[in-house]
T-cell receptor
Framework: EPEVTQTPSHQVTQMGQEVILRCVPI?????FYWYRQILGQKVEFLVS????????KSEIFDDQFSVERPDGSNFTLKIRSTKLEDSAMYFC????????????FGEGSWLTVV | AQSVTQLGSHVSVSEGALVLLRCNYS??????LFWYVQYPNQGLQLLLK??????LVKGINGFEAEFKKSETSFHLTKPSAHMSDAAEYFC?????????????FGKGTKLSVKP
């Protein structure tokens, strides 16, 4: 069964450093997402990406964050200058082109900022 | 704006007992509703979803949920709990017909199953 894959599974970084989280969505999917889950809290939407541009972003997704689809397969989330409060599990997700179709999630990337 | 409320952050049942996890939603348009499960140290896996049609939907692992528009609810049930059901369960809503399909999640309910 096709799946969304994410790397790294866990990253520890120092405050102020740049982090890039990588994702390979399911190959025939057209919508891509990043969500995050701070420990003990609910899963929160960050950004959606379609047709090579951001289609929607939440208040969390400020200027420190950016997304990119550098080639036909990868989808990355960059955090420019990490803060302690960026420590969370980051989930990449994707779906086909129709609303209501299942959004498939990756296993997540744990980011710990120290 | 849409929102999801899951009543009970922790639910504990005995093995073989009924599982009932509550979810209420708020939406100005007909919603699409989802239940996801998260096992320890794993990602989110879809259990079931309601889009249109039959209001009782069946999912994986014996779970089912019923969409009740009058009650704005989408409670998750399983007749007989198994130890392997211990996990965190998230209810989510996405905008019907919206091109984005972004999910709004509830805070989650952690299910414990006692032997």
């Amino acid at each position: 069964e096709p799946e969304v894959t994410q790397t790294p599974s866990h990253q520890v970084t120092q405050m102020g450093q740049e982090v890039i989280l990588r994702c390979v969505p399911i190959s025939n999917h057209l919508y891509f997402y990043w969500y995050r889950q701070i420990l003990g809290q609910k899963v929160e939407f960050l950004v959606s990406f379609y047709n090579n541009e951001i289609s929607e972003k939440s208040e969390i997704f400020d200027d420190q964050f950016s997304v990119e689809r550098p080639d036909g397969s990868n989808f990355t989330l960059k955090i420019r200058s990490t803060k302690l409060e960026d420590s969370a599990m980051y989930f990449c997700a994707s779906r086909t082109d129709r609303a209501g179709n299942t959004i498939y999630f990756g296993e997540g990337s744990w980011l710990t900022v120290v | 704006a849409q929102s999801v409320t899951q009543l009970g952050s922790h639910v504990s049942v005995s093995e073989g007992a009924l599982v009932l996890l509550r979810c209420n939603y708020s939406s100005s348009v007909p919603p699409y509703l989802f239940w996801y499960v998260q096992y320890p140290n794993q990602g989110l896996q879809l259990l079931l979803k309601y889009t249109t049609g039959a209001t009782l939907v069946k999912g994986i692992n014996g779970f089912e949920a019923e969409f009740k528009k009058s009650e704005t609810s989408f409670h998750l049930t399983k007749p007989s709990a198994h130890m392997s059901d211990a996990a965190e369960y998230f209810c989510a809503v996405s905008e019907h017909g919206g091109s984005q399909g972004n999910l709004i999640f509830g805070k989650g309910t952690k299910l414990s199953v006692k032997p």
